[in-house]
Each structure stands twice: as C-alpha cells, then as structure tokens.
C-alpha cells in the first residue's frame, strides 16, 4: 500500500470514529463518549506525526511550484490547531456542555483539511512523486505507525538499536540481578547469620586442623629428639665397652709380667739356698 492509499486509510478511520461519538453524544454515553475521544485521539496524532516526519517532507522537495509549497505550509498549520483542541479537550469532563462544543469544532477541521489534502495536496503528490517514491513512503509510514501504534498484545517496536542493546545486555542483567550490588537493598538477617555462622565454623575448622598439625609437629619432633638421645646413648656405651675391653688384655699382660719376675726370683732364691 503506497504512502497516499495509507494516509486516505487514516482519514476513513477517524470519519467513523467521530460517526460513533455523534451516536453515543445523542444517548448521553458518557463514558462511550470519552473513549471514543481517547480513540479519536490517538489516530490524530499518529497521523499527524507520519504526515509531518515523513509525508509532508518529501513533496515539498519534489514540489514543482510555490503552489504545492504552500499546500504543506497550509497543513501544517492546521495540524497545530488540531493538536490545541485535542489538548484542550483532552483536560475536559465529557460531561461538560462545552465538550461537545469543541468536539464539534475539531470535527469541522478535520473534514476541512482531510478536503484539502485528498482534493489538492494528494493529486499534486502523485504527479510529482513516482510510484516507487510513493510505495517506499508507505513503507516508512507503516514502520513508523507500528511504532506509534503498537497492535493489542504486541510490544512497541523499538525506536533505536541501542535501546535495544540496553535492555538485552547479559551484562546489564547480571548486574540486575547479582544479590548485594548496587541494588540498594541490605541483606536479610537470616542470610547474614547463616554467614556468620558459616565462617565461625570454617575458623574453627582450621584452628582444628592447626592444632593438630602443631601436636603432629611436636610429636614428630619429640620422636626424633628421643631417637638422637637413644642413639647418642647407644653410641656412648658402644665405645665404652670397646675402650675396656683394649684395656683388659694390657692388665693381663702386666699380671704376666709379675708372674714371670716372681718365678725368676723364687729360682734364684731356691738356687742360692742349694
């Protein structure tokens, strides 16, 4: 659908709409009356947004004349009285008398600028702007009025890539979602105690294991001290049983020798007595 097929499309919507106000203003529908205003609404500004950003733009470039310029400056202007009384009306009980009033006067410019645009600015725009120009307008004009006009049960589409990224960011939502940063939030007491607890009983663990490790220590070090005594000690009596044994033969020899002189002087004494 080219961009002046979609534009007319609008204008259709918006006739009914202000058709079904006219018929809910003569029950005095109050209620209906306000949500079809809220419904009137929003296709005006979606509407007038297109146009603005998008239509309005590309045939004043390709606008042959001053006459088709100041088709776009005409409609512009008449957007902006649109957009007051919407905000005019927009801050009104619907029950009010002058309501409907106003409702009235916002119908007026609508058809009076819907004339203008299908009867002079449309026709204008198909002279001037091929039909390719036309079919890639209407492409723009729908993506854009997705966006505005998101469909029931549908997410808005989004406007920017970065946008995007944001809220897609794995990192974003671990920081999100990661207990105890920047989150503004203390922890539970229950959470804190069991922390507590957790590291008394990992200290007393390791005191534990300490100790143990120190008594093993001591011990292994008192087990090697006794074994140097013992050895020190079996070393000692080695070397004393060996000095006394060198020293006995030496006494038996001593024992000898006296034995010998003895026996020498017993002969002679014998001798000089014969």
């Known amino acids: 659908m080219n961009a002046i097929e979609l534009l007319k499309k609008d204008h259709r919507t918006v006739e009914s709409l202000f058709e079904s106000f006219e018929k809910a203003k003569e029950k005095e529908e109050e209620t209906s009356k306000a949500e079809l205003f809220a419904s009137i609404k929003e296709e005006l500004d979606a509407h007038a947004q297109v146009e603005e950003e998008i239509f309005y733009p590309a045939f004043d ?79 723009r004009i729908a993506a854009r009025k997705e966006q505005l006009q998101p469909q029931p049960g549908r997410p808005a589409a989004r406007v920017s890539a970065s946008r995007s990224q944001s809220t897609s960011s794995p990192s974003s939502r671990a920081r999100a979602t990661a207990p105890g940063r920047r989150s503004g939030r203390k922890s539970s007491p229950t959470s804190s105690g069991s922390s507590r607890t957790a590291r008394g009983l990992s200290r007393g663990a390791s005191a534990r294991a300490g100790s143990r490790s120190a008594g093993s220590r001591r011990s292994s070090s008192s087990g090697s001290s006794r074994s140097r005594t013992a050895s020190s000690s079996s070393s000692r009596g080695r070397s004393r049983s060996g000095s006394s044994s060198s020293r006995k033969p030496s006494t038996s020899s001593r024992r000898g020798s006296s034995s010998s002189r003895g026996g020498r002087s017993s002969g002679g004494s014998r001798s000089g007595r014969g």
């Open 61 to 139: 470039r390709a606008a042959g004349n001053d006459d088709d310029k100041e088709l776009v400056l005409e409609a512009g202007e008449e957007h902006k009285q649109v957009k007051t009384l919407l905000a005019e009306l927009e801050g009104m009980d619907p029950a009010d008398e002058t309501f409907d009033a106003k409702m009235k006067v916002l119908k007026d410019n609508i058809e009076h600028h819907v004339k203008e645009e299908e009867g002079e600015m449309f026709p204008h725009a198909q002279k001037q702007l091929s039909a390719d120009a036309l079919e890639q307008l209407g492409q």
